[in-house]
């Protein structure tokens, strides 16, 4: 079972509002950063949200005062409330969530890993 499955994509028209879940198979505490990130046809992948715990959200200069990440621990979800799209915010988004590897016992640390979700298609038509 994929640990993250995101949900709620899909077509707007400009000036919209979408609502983007990932849910966790496992266990959400385990996780943190989670963040939500987009990918545009013929662009690089960037950053749109961050969040650790319930608490220190930071946003991508593009979307702050429109877009609001929301961690929900006791539904295992993590959400990305998008308002007043624009169609540059066409683009597939992605969820990640970081959390603690196996032990590297050269450096008596431990990794860290990020688990990602497969995905969901934002499309906002002008």
């Known amino acids: 079972q994929a640990p993250l499955v995101e949900s709620g994509g899909g077509s707007v028209q400009a000036g919209g509002s979408l609502k983007l879940s990932c849910t966790v198979s496992?266990?959400?505490?385990?996780?943190?950063?989670m963040q939500w990130h987009r990918q545009a046809p013929g662009q690089r992948r960037e950053l749109v949200a961050s969040?650790?715990?319930?608490?220190?959200?930071t946003y991508a200069d593009a979307v702050k005062g429109r877009f609001t990440i929301i961690r929900d621990n006791a539904q295992k979800t993590l959400f990305l409330e998008m308002n007043s799209l624009p169609p540059e915010d066409t683009a597939f988004y992605y969820c990640?969530?970081?959390?603690?590897?196996?032990?590297?016992?050269?450096?008596?640390?431990?990794?860290?890993?990020?688990?990602w979700g497969q995905g969901t298609q934002v499309t906002v038509s002008s």
């Open positions: 990640s969530a970081e959390r603690q590897g196996g032990y590297w016992a050269p450096f008596d640390r431990y990794l860290r890993e990020t688990d």
């Open positions: 969040i650790k715990w319930n608490e220190n959200a």
């Open positions: 496992g266990n959400i505490l385990i996780y943190s950063p």
